[in-house]
């Protein structure tokens, strides 16, 4: 039996969508509100955002707090590497990757870009 992975572009892609989440998020209030630059806004780019936001919000909710406190510590403050995150929760470093290429299969599969 193989394993398959997920193509290295594909989950260099996905991994940037959700390091990226928090402005994503933050920009489609903008545009949903209406505050934002209306030369910006067109419909592909706004269902693109949401279906973004939505899939990583639907994973987040249903992974262990451990891990959202990791995929905090490390893409979105920035303050830690994967083994200084692993040290703060009490995991290895190859648990914190582990972590980390799971919740990236998940995004991919609730956008579609893994089965």
């Given at each position: 039996?193989?394993?398959?992975?997920?193509?290295k572009k594909?989950?260099?892609?996905?991994?940037?969508?959700?390091?990226?989440?928090?402005?994503?998020?933050?920009?489609?209030?903008?545009?949903?509100?209406?505050?934002?630059?209306?030369i910006?806004?067109?419909s592909?780019?706004?269902?693109?955002?949401?279906?973004?936001?939505?899939?990583?919000?639907?994973?987040?909710?249903?992974?262990?707090?451990?891990?959202?406190?990791?995929?905090?510590?490390?893409?979105?403050?920035?303050?830690?590497?994967?083994?200084?995150?692993?040290?703060?929760?009490?995991a290895?470093?190859?648990?914190?990757?582990?972590?980390?290429?799971?919740?990236?299969?998940?995004?991919?599969?609730?956008?579609?870009?893994?089965?």
């Amino acid at each position: 039996m193989t394993v398959q992975t997920m193509d290295k572009k594909v989950k260099g892609y996905v991994l940037w969508e959700i390091q990226n989440y928090p402005e994503t998020k933050q920009k489609l209030k903008e545009y949903q509100s209406g505050t934002a630059p209306r030369i910006y806004v067109n419909s592909l780019y706004m269902q693109r955002m949401e279906q973004t936001v939505g899939a990583i919000e639907k994973v987040l909710q249903h992974i262990d707090p451990l891990q959202a406190k990791m995929v905090d510590l490390v893409y979105w403050k920035k303050t830690h590497n994967a083994a200084g995150a692993g040290l703060q929760l009490g995991a290895s470093e190859r648990t914190v990757y582990r972590w980390v290429d799971q919740i990236v299969y998940d995004v991919g599969r609730k956008l579609g870009y893994w089965m």
